[in-house]
């Protein structure tokens, strides 16, 4: 009770530039001795701070206190096949120090197209700390003041004991990921599937701002999605929720990077829209990307840039992958009820040709009449978006009741 009444102070003053102690007694509704304890509290953590005095309705005036938003910090990093990305922000989400570094040869993953082949962890947690080691002393933050470290991988990961039940990208199965790097690093960590730390993102500073019933379609080398009901992300209880990716479309199709044939990621990722490319090339269609097959490629930018000049194989391969794409996303969307869809991901750059294809699939498969009050759009995504969505996840967790908090390593 008492971290919730905390908890509720924080966010009062999160929304408020500055306030009077009478001022959260009447926002919270707590007893006044437990606002002032809870702001001793807050003010010795060095997280509120008094700022001068407001005015007096009688008697003395009354200090005004803020959330020391900019002098408190957190870091989010994305491991990726290749790389970590990692942005370290203040209370507020705002950016104050970023940077990108390239996995070490052996601790990086197979390319785009090849298999995932490293089941050992030790090489990547080794790596995630050093970015963090190397981030805190490149930008001169009090290491004291960082809150919490969140780290955004693709697959399912379970966020309250820091356990990742599977990623795709480095083919590991049931390691512990969260513990190690905090007792490393002293610092608190949560996990997070990266769908859904793209998702905080867009709750925190992008357009899911304020909405409360929307999802993220993370179109890329993967297919994934992150939803928000009421306001809040929802997980599932494996840190599994989201993954229409999987969601299998026919007992025919090609094969999926889960095991499975035809799943919505084995018709509609940018991996399958570079193979049926290269399928139909190498069996004779022609097409302007001839060359690019030949050696090797082309890369989903080149399929996108083709169909836009006018090559008919590539902008028939993109609409067939958004039509599948599209009869996945109307499952999602049957079930969720969203008011927004945006459409994110890597494969976003790609365009129309998928996304337009996916919209008219949506629009005919979805259950009666919702489509025209949902709002879809699509928005590209780098890795330091990522990395920032990490970091709103750790916000996420700090700013929510207890009961909800899974940051691994005590505050
Ligand atoms: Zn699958």
């Known amino acids: 009770m008492a971290d919730m009444n905390r908890n509720l102070v924080v966010n009062v003053l ?5 306030m009077s102690r009478a001022d959260l007694v009447r926002a919270t509704h707590l007893s006044g001795p437990t606002v002032s304890a809870i702001v001793t509290d ?59 570094t ?4 052996g601790v990086a993953a197979a390319g785009p197209l090849g298999r995932p082949s490293r089941r050992e962890t030790a090489p990547a947690v080794e790596s995630l700390c050093a970015a963090v080691e190397a981030a805190i002393a490149s930008s001169g ?18 966020a309250t004991s820091g356990l990742c039940h599977f990623c795709p990208t480095f083919d590991w199965h049931e390691v512990q990921l969260g513990q190690p790097i905090a ?22 500073f992008g357009s899911g701002h304020g909405v ?12 994934g999605a992150g939803i928000v009901v009421n306001g809040q992300l929802h997980r599932g209880a494996d840190g599994a929720a989201g993954e229409f990716g999987h969601i299998r479309l026919g007992d025919d199709g090609p094969q999926c990077s889960c095991g499975k044939t035809g799943c919505v990621e084995a018709w509609a990722s940018d991996r399958a829209i570079v193979r ?15 060359q690019a ?32 794409l599209g009869r996945g996303a109307a499952a999602l969307i049957d079930v969720v009820n969203p008011r927004l869809v945006i459409v994110s991901g890597e494969g976003v750059p790609a365009g129309e040709w998928r996304f337009g294809a996916m919209r008219r699939a949506i629009a005919r498969e979805t259950f009666g009449g919702i489509v025209p009050r949902i709002v879809m759009h699509s928005e590209p995504v780098d890795g330091p978006k990522w990395a920032r969505g990490a970091a709103c996840v750790v916000l996420g967790e700090l700013f929510s009741t207890p009961t909800k908090q899974s940051l691994v390593g005590a505050m």
Not at 47 to 53: D, F, I, P, S
């Open 14 to 18: 999160r929304a408020e530039t500055a």
């Open 42 to 100: 807050l003010v010795a953590r060095g997280l509120v701070e008094e700022v001068g005095q407001g005015q007096s309705s009688g008697g003395r005036r009354p200090s005004l206190l803020r959330l020391k938003d900019d002098a408190n910090h957190v870091v989010g990093l994305k491991l990726s096949g290749q790389s970590i990305s990692l942005v370290m922000t203040d209370l507020r989400a705002e950016p104050v120090y970023s940077q990108v």
């Open 102 to 105: 390239p996995l070490p040869e």
């Open 141 to 158: 933050a009090d290491r004291s003041r960082i809150l919490g470290v969140g780290i955004a991988l693709a697959g399912a990961v379970d």
């Open 183 to 204: 007792e490393r690093l002293g610092l608190p960590v949560v996990l997070e599937n990266d769908s859904n730390a793209l998702t905080a993102a867009e709750q925190w």
């Open 212 to 223: 409360d019933h929307f999802v993220v379609l993370v179109v890329g080398a993967g297919v």
């Open 276 to 290: 049926d490319l290269r399928a139909a090339v190498e069996a004779g269609v022609p097409s302007s990307l001839a």
């Open 293 to 324: 097959v030949a050696s090797g490629g082309p890369t989903i930018a080149e399929v996108g840039a083709a169909a836009d000049s006018g090559d008919e194989l590539s902008q028939k391969v993109l609409a067939r992958a958004g039509e599948q």
